[in-house]
């Protein structure tokens, strides 16, 4: 018996045309929607990025703005706004007196003060009592670059939705060509040529004999019905599993922070393009390193690094530092780490971000904070919190500590007779040659004030011949002479009071006053000498 002929379904009545008509609509919609709502979340988004950018800036100079405001030095203050005014976020930077003056203002280049815009305001509060605020610090986000980023970023997302849509839509129909259409054909023309005599016959619900829903009604049964629904599933699922495999590994090569996979033993694994430019190493050669210990070869403490590793796994949660990079040239560079390592001991992954701007500023204040701004010597405060860590140490060790106070003879003369930059010129002259004396980098040199000075000599006791020959080529080094800018010559004298741990105290209150009275001995006794103090 021949089997029936198969009609095709063609024109409007295709469901195939319907349903790619339908996409391309729906896609040219989608994109139109899309482009409107991008442009008002990308500019929402990039003020608040600004925002958030500008306030990292303004908290990495909080410190020095709060230091600057309390030494009322307009200098400082002007470099500080001068610094946040070049960067891009920013149109305008000032510091306002609470009575409303500006004590320091300055406009990225192009830019005049005075124009509309969004400002962000901070209180400068008092370093030493955070309930003092000392001014305000006002700060004009540059809109136009606001403006610029939420532009692009609409356009661009646009852009993307409007060529999915249009690719989806593609896919689609060929996917429905492919997989419902003519499966479709072919499994009706396969059950018309099957022999007749089967008793049940489904039949074409109204509304759908021309349609490929009819053609399938006419040749199909309800086990192809469940298969076809398997397949399809199945495919769902895979390209929902690509789709997002695609998705985390752009977000791996587009992340603005470096993350990189280290096994046990510090061989590289992967590492996205960020870490390659943190690194100032082209992706070839990052890729090399997976030979070699990767952490050895990018920290300059790498033995830091592996004690994280260790406290992740066995904590079981990220551990985070800040660490220094291998330098390249002279420059020193930081990064902020995170690590976290499994407990079972398997691959350890990282994330760095660049500090090196933060901790160059935070190293500056430190050293502002803790040295002379004469003679760039320890001040007073941090001389005698280093000698009182330098005691503890000396206790805990049973080591010798030597203590010596130092006063120059005649310093008010000239300060007098030549006046104060003289005077400033003889301190830095006599620092110079106290680093020159005490040459150990674990001693101290620090300025009490005046022209009192401090030393101590780690290791060093009293019956020491280093002692000896430190405190001569002290004497000798400071009574030498000292030409000045105009071409006089003068000189001072030098008394020298020394006490050594743990003859004359094991504290350090009790070692500065024991050796300032052996200098006040030799003051009374000609000068231009050294005493050892008494014993306790």
């Known amino acids: 018996m021949t089997a029936p002929a198969v009609s095709r379904v063609r024109g409007t009545r295709s469901l ?3 349903f790619m008509l339908l996409a391309f609509a729906s896609a040219a919609l989608l994109a139109v929607v899309a482009a409107t709502i991008a442009y008002h979340f990308g500019q929402a988004r990039a003020l608040a990025s600004s925002r958030s950018n500008v306030e990292a800036v303004v908290a990495a100079v909080e410190k020095t703005l709060a230091i600057g405001a309390f030494a009322n030095d307009p200098v400082l203050l002007q470099e500080v706004v001068s610094g946040l005014a070049r960067n891009e976020w920013v149109d305008v930077a000032e510091v306002v007196a609470p009575d409303g003056h500006r004590l320091a203002q300055a406009a990225r280049p192009g830019v005049g003060p005075g124009l509309p815009g969004s400002w962000l305001q901070r209180p400068v509060l008092s370093p030493f009592d955070g309930s003092e605020r000392l001014a305000q610090l006002r700060i004009q986000i540059n809109e136009a670059r606001v403006r610029a980023d939420a532009d692009r970023e ?7 939705m409007a060529g999915q849509a249009a690719v989806l839509a593609v896919v689609l129909y060929l996917l429905a060509a492919r997989l419902v259409s003519r499966p479709i054909v072919r499994l009706a023309s396969a059950l018309r040529r099957m022999q007749p005599g089967a008793e049940e016959r489904l039949q074409t619900p109204a509304g759908h ?8 009604i006419a040749g199909a049964n309800a086990l192809l019905d469940s298969n076809e629904r398997a397949l399809q599933t199945e495919r769902q699922l895979r390209a929902a599993v690509e789709a997002m495999e695609a998705q985390y590994r752009q977000i791996f090569d587009a992340s603005s922070a470096g993350i990189f996979v280290v096994d046990a033993q510090g061989r ?8 390659s430019r943190l690194l100032s190493l082209s992706m070839g050669e990052l890729r ?24 992740a796994a066995q904590r079981c949660e990220a551990v985070s530092a800040d660490l220094e990079l291998v330098p390249v040239g002279e420059a020193r560079r930081w990064v902020h780490c995170l690590i976290s390592a499994p407990p079972n001991g398997g691959t350890v992954e990282g994330v760095i971000y660049d500090v090196t701007e933060r901790k160059t500023n935070e190293n500056a204040v430190r050293h502002r904070a803790e040295h002379d701004g ?40 000239i300060n007098d007779t030549h006046g104060h930059a003289a ?54 080094g400071l009574s030498q002479p000292i030409e000045l800018d105009g071409g006089e010559v003068v000189r001072v004298g030098v008394s020298l009071g020394v006490a050594c741990l743990p003859l004359h105290g094991d504290q350090a209150a009790a070692l500065l006053r024991s050796a300032d009275e052996a200098l006040y001995h030799v003051k009374r006794n000609g000068k231009l000498a050294f005493a050892l103090a008494l014993p306790g």
Not at 154 to 160: D, F, I, K, S
Not at 209 to 216: K, N, R, S, T
Not at 268 to 275: D, F, G, Q, R, Y
């Open 154 to 160: 609409a356009y661009t997302l646009a852009a993307a």
């Open 288 to 311: 090399a390193l997976g030979e070699q210990d990767f952490i050895a070869r990018v920290f300059q403490r790498p033995e830091q690094v592996r004690q994280m590793m260790a406290e």
């Open 374 to 413: 004469l003679t760039q010597l320890k001040n007073r405060a941090a001389g005698e919190q280093t000698l009182a860590r330098l005691v503890q140490e000396a206790r805990e060790g049973a080591a010798s500590l030597s203590v010596v106070c130092i006063d120059l003879d005649g310093f008010k003369r």
């Open 423 to 476: 005077g400033d010129a003889v301190l830095v002259a006599c620092a110079e040659r106290m680093r020159a004396a005490v040459r150990r980098s674990s001693d101290l040199v620090a300025r009490l004030g005046g022209d009192e000075f401090l030393v101590a000599l780690r290791d060093v006791g009293p019956g020491d011949a280093v002692l000896t020959q430190v405190m001569t080529q002290l004497i000798d």
């Open 16 to 18: 195939q045309l319907r």
């Open 268 to 275: 590289l694994i992967n590492a996205n393009p960020t870490v």
């Open 209 to 216: 004999a021309h349609d490929e829903i009819g053609v399938l």
